[in-house]
Nanobody
């Protein structure tokens, strides 16, 4: 059904910026991207996966982990079937594999619990290292 592909990761110095993209495809007819909340999650080596940010199907509601508030911004362009995560002022502790995930919902909200998401991308590596 729905496929997600992340891109934009890389190696950046602390204080630098990256923009991650999550491209969606394979929609079931009649159920386009605006039926899905999108979450960004990350997993550092030796740690559990944690929610970073999420955005509601129409983009009207967003949530952020306390650790990234004020530095990261999630957005979506449903016409382009793409969700973005702009990451500024990167820190070494932001290092990890970043995944986007989609949840089929109709409510104008989102959550950052991985169990709520049905579809996952393969991830993209982000390294904030000096």
């Amino acid at each position: 059904q729905l496929q997600l592909v992340e891109s934009g990761g890389g190696l950046v110095q602390p204080g630098g910026s990256l923009r991650l993209s999550c491209a969606a495809s394979g929609f079931t007819s009649g159920f386009t991207l605006d039926y899905y909340a999108i979450g960004w999650f990350r997993q550092a080596p030796g740690k559990e996966r944690e929610g970073v940010s999420c955005i509601s199907p129409s983009g009207g509601s967003t949530n952020y982990a306390d650790s990234v508030k004020g530095r990261f911004t999630i957005s979506r362009d449903n016409a382009k079937n793409t969700v973005y995560l702009q990451m500024n002022s990167l820190k070494p502790e932001d290092t990890g594999i970043y995944y986007c995930a989609a949840a089929f919902i109709v409510q104008p909200m989102c959550v950052m619990e991985s169990q709520e998401y049905d579809y996952w991308g393969q991830g993209t590596q982000v390294t904030g290292s000096s």
